[in-house]
């Protein structure tokens, strides 16, 4: 009995030791693999970060208080440099660790370390091709052109095969998570005996996924003479979009959306409008907030600023509300919309003066009457700018007969009446 207690012992001590050598080589395999997962978005995330320092550089008008030297001709168009020295200052190759950026703090990430040579396991920086479109700076000459797009070229020399998994999944995934847009990546291949040549045959990455067929004769041509290439362009939000897509630097060190009574940056909004002749008519459907620096941006043909909100109301009943222009960049014109907010028949006990006081009975009380509502043909709202003042007045059709005993007058006009309150919007445009 011992001698088989003995035995079951020792099975037990064998099949555990089998148990948990499987463990660790589970385990083992577990971390190992997991380690090369945070390579791989380790190095997705450096080449997201180098693309986006590219277009950032690229969008500067100035750089250390000089014109910036890619703005300044219309010949160049790509840039291929191994170790990024176009990316660096030119100070920046002589001595010292990091760029020197001069008085403007704004600058210091816009430039890599002077040490930088990008490399990263599998995956080289190649170059840069930039797309110029012509512009002339409206205070510097230097400038004949600004920047509308930049491919970034990674070279990929792992297994073909695993270029999908390796490279641009991950890197997709890593500017998904800094809100870029992975539509325009693209996987070309490189033939390497031709310098700066990018083959026409371009697949996007939703070709890849989705179409196996499309998939394996692209890869079918990748051979040992050919070394595949992530072409990365990034598609942007937010502040590097507004710089970058159709945008001008109209003026250094502003904020896109500015408050001008404030004097600081603040979230504003930008709107869709039509031109009727003289008037200008909001669209309300599409109206969207806007919270991210920048300087201008292109809408429908037309260089703009986003639009500056205000809530007004005609505080001294009868007169026109002036409200003060915004300063606008040279070359743009101040231009001025407004829309009804609220407004309340009884004009003589409303008050919409303040945040706090907007209190209405919204009917007209006299001589002990329960009130009644009154009728309204039609509100409109009219504004002339002089002298960099907008002056805004309003116009209240009451429907005659209605209230006779109102106290307002029947079938009357009613001009800038105090319960009338509305929304003012401001933007600067060519």
């Given at each position: 009995m011992?001698?088989?207690?003995?035995?079951?012992?020792?099975?037990?001590?064998?099949?555990?030791?089998?148990?948990?050598?499987?463990a660790?080589?589970?385990?083992?395999?577990?971390?190992k693999r997991?380690?090369?997962?945070?390579i791989?978005?380790?190095?997705?995330f450096?080449?997201?970060e180098?693309?986006?320092?590219?277009?950032?550089?690229?969008?500067?008008?100035k750089?250390?208080n000089r014109?910036?030297p890619?703005?300044?001709?219309?010949?160049?168009?790509?840039?291929?440099?191994?170790?990024?020295?176009?990316?660096?200052?030119?100070?920046?190759l002589?001595a010292?660790?990091?760029p020197t950026?001069g008085?403007?703090?704004?600058l210091?990430?816009?430039f890599?370390?002077?040490d930088?040579?990008?490399?990263?396991?599998?995956?080289?920086y190649?170059?840069?091709?930039?797309?110029?479109?012509?512009?002339?700076?409206?205070?510097n000459?230097?400038?004949?052109?600004?920047?509308?797009?930049?491919?970034?070229?990674?070279?990929?020399?792992?297994m073909?095969?695993?270029?999908i998994?390796?490279?641009?999944?991950?890197?997709?995934?890593?500017?998904?998570?800094?809100?870029f847009?992975?539509?325009?990546?693209?996987?070309?291949?490189?033939e390497?005996?031709?310098?700066?040549?990018?083959?026409?045959?371009?697949?996007?990455?939703?070709?890849?996924?989705?179409?196996?067929?499309?998939?394996?004769?692209?890869?079918?041509?990748?051979?040992?003479?050919r070394?595949?290439?992530?072409?990365?362009?990034?598609?942007?939000?937010?502040e590097?979009?507004?710089?970058?897509?159709?945008?001008?630097?109209?003026?250094?060190?502003?904020?896109?959306c500015?408050?001008?009574?404030?004097?600081?940056?603040k979230?504003?909004?930008?709107?869709?409008?039509?031109?009727?002749?003289?008037?200008t008519?909001?669209?309300?459907?599409?109206?969207?907030?806007?919270?991210?620096?920048g300087?201008?941006?292109?809408s429908?043909?037309?260089?703009?600023?986003?639009?500056?909100s205000t809530?007004?109301?005609?505080?001294?009943?009868g007169?026109?509300?002036?409200?003060?222009?915004?300063?606008c960049?040279?070359?743009?014109?101040?231009r001025?919309?407004?829309?009804?907010s609220?407004?309340?028949?009884?004009?003589?006990?409303?008050?919409?003066?303040?945040?706090?006081?907007?209190?209405?009975?919204?009917t007209?009380q006299?001589?002990?009457?329960?009130?009644?509502?009154?009728?309204?043909?039609g509100?409109?709202?009219n504004?002339t700018?002089?002298?960099k003042v907008?002056?805004v007045?309003?116009?209240?059709?009451?429907e005659?007969g209605?209230?006779?005993?109102?106290?307002?007058?029947?079938?009357?006009?009613?001009?800038?009446p105090?319960?009338?309150?509305?929304?003012a919007?401001?933007?600067?445009?060519?």
């Open positions: 011992r001698k088989y207690q003995q035995g079951v012992g020792l099975l037990e001590a064998i099949l555990a030791s089998a148990v948990l050598g499987m660790l080589v589970a385990a083992g395999s577990y971390y997991e380690a090369e997962l945070m791989k978005s380790s190095n997705a450096d080449v997201i180098l693309s986006s320092q590219i277009q950032r550089y690229a969008s500067l008008s750089i250390n014109t910036n890619i703005l300044k001709d219309n010949k160049a168009k790509e840039f291929k440099d191994a170790d990024l020295k176009w990316l660096k200052l030119e100070n920046c002589t010292g660790d990091v950026t008085n403007n703090n704004d210091q990430d816009q890599i370390a002077c930088a040579d990008y490399r990263k396991g599998d995956l080289s190649f170059g840069s091709q930039f797309e110029f479109s012509t512009y002339v700076h409206p205070s000459p230097e400038i004949q052109r600004q920047i509308k797009q930049v491919v970034s070229y990674f070279q990929y020399r792992g073909e095969r695993a270029f998994g390796d490279a641009a999944g991950y890197v997709i995934s890593e500017a998904k998570k800094k809100g847009s992975a539509q325009d990546y693209r996987i070309v291949l490189i390497p005996d031709r310098v700066g040549y990018f083959e026409s045959n371009v697949i996007s990455y939703e070709e890849f996924i989705e179409n196996p067929s499309a998939r394996e004769n692209f890869l079918l041509k990748a051979t040992k003479d070394t595949l290439a992530l072409a990365v362009s990034l598609a942007q939000t937010g590097i979009a507004m710089q970058r897509d159709g945008s001008v630097a109209f003026l250094e060190d502003t904020e896109l500015w408050d001008t009574a404030a004097g600081s940056a979230s504003c909004l930008s709107v869709r409008y039509d031109t009727v002749g003289n008037k008519e909001l669209d309300l459907k599409q109206i969207d907030v806007v919270s991210a620096k300087l201008s941006f292109e429908d043909g037309k260089t703009k600023t986003p639009v500056v809530y007004e109301t005609f505080q001294d009943g007169r026109a509300k002036t409200i003060n222009a915004i300063e960049p040279t070359g743009l014109n101040n001025f919309a407004a829309v009804v609220s407004f309340s028949t009884a004009g003589q006990n409303a008050n919409f003066s303040s945040e706090s006081a907007k209190d209405s009975q919204g007209t006299k001589d002990g009457s329960k009130g009644s509502h009154a009728l309204l043909s509100i409109s709202l504004w700018l002089t002298n907008w002056d007045t309003a116009s209240i059709g009451i005659s209605i209230l006779p005993t109102s106290g307002i007058d029947s079938g009357s006009l009613l001009r800038n105090k319960s009338l309150s509305f929304i919007f401001q933007w600067c445009e060519n």
